[in-house]
T-cell receptor, first 112, second 114 residues
Framework: DGGITQSPKYLFRKEGQNVTLSCEQNLNHDAMYWYRQDPGQGLRLIYYSQIVNDFQKGDIAEGYSVSREKKESFPLTVTSAQKNPTAFYLC???????????FGPGTRLTVL | AQSVAQPEDQVNVAEGNPLTVKCTYSVSGNPYLFWYVQYPNRGLQFLLKYITGDNLVKGSYGFEAEFNKSQTSFHLKKPSALVSDSALYFCAVRDQTGANNLFFGTGTRLTVIP
């Protein structure tokens, strides 16, 4: 997990509220990613960013939004449009899109 | 389309015995293949990868994996299992054409029995 931090570790929110998950890296990596992990389903890509001020939708982007204003930071907002937001969210980064991805410790979001 | 199959949800092995966690893949071109390990409520830790070259790849913590192109497999192995190896293991694949997704399998839970 070294070099990539995610906060908070646990997050509880009421249904209908937007929530923002933080991801910061000090590895000087250009590319960053957000994944969602559900039991028995592996990891699914939400959004990725190849470079500052650029990001692309992954396989399950609906109900999520991101920004990449700084190289070190790639926050993920889970909006009220996301129908089933309770999950474990993982951020990752890599030197470039084809390089090995390294993961943060994750944020467990529970919507009540 | 890319896909990864980890046919075993659960693998149990006695401490000191060799372990194998299976992975097969499907990509349109040559694959990049990865193994990651996840401990409870933690992020994924990179173990090893195959890009090109020698089919036997050595990685962290004594793990290795063998790329078999004809069988489209990339099984993870370790000669002698430790109780501390108990965790969830993920295989992942990307093709070398520049497609952006790293596609993950559903994971295999390894339990090493003392």
């Amino acid at each position: 997990d070294g070099g990539i931090t995610q906060s908070p570790k646990y997050l509880f929110r009421k249904e209908g509220q937007n929530v923002t998950l933080s991801c910061e890296q000090n590895l000087n990596h250009d590319a960053m990613y957000w994944y969602r992990q559900d039991p028995g389903q592996g990891l699914r890509l939400i959004y990725y960013s190849q470079i500052v001020n650029d990001f692309q939708k992954g396989d399950i982007a609906e109900g999520y939004s991101v920004s990449r204003e700084k190289k070190e930071s790639f926050p993920l907002t889970v909006t009220s449009a996301q129908k089933n937001p309770t999950a474990f969210y993982l951020c990752a980064s890599s030197i470039g899109l084809l390089d090995t991805q390294y993961f943060g410790p994750g944020t467990r979001l529970t919507v009540l | 389309a890319q896909s990864v199959a980890q046919p075993e949800d659960q693998v149990n092995v006695a401490e000191g015995n060799p372990l194998t966690v299976k992975c097969t893949y499907s990509v349109s071109g040559n694959p990049y293949l990865f193994w990651y390990v996840q401990y409870p409520n933690r992020g994924l830790q990179f173990l090893l990868k195959y890009i090109t070259g020698d089919n036997l790849v050595k990685g962290s913590y004594g793990f290795e994996a063998e790329f078999n192109k004809s069988q489209t497999s990339f099984h993870l192995k370790k000669p002698s299992a430790l109780v501390s190896d108990s965790a969830l293991y993920f295989c992942a694949v990307r093709d070398q054409t520049g497609a952006n997704n790293l596609f993950f399998g559903t994971g295999t839970r390894l339990t090493v029995i003392p």
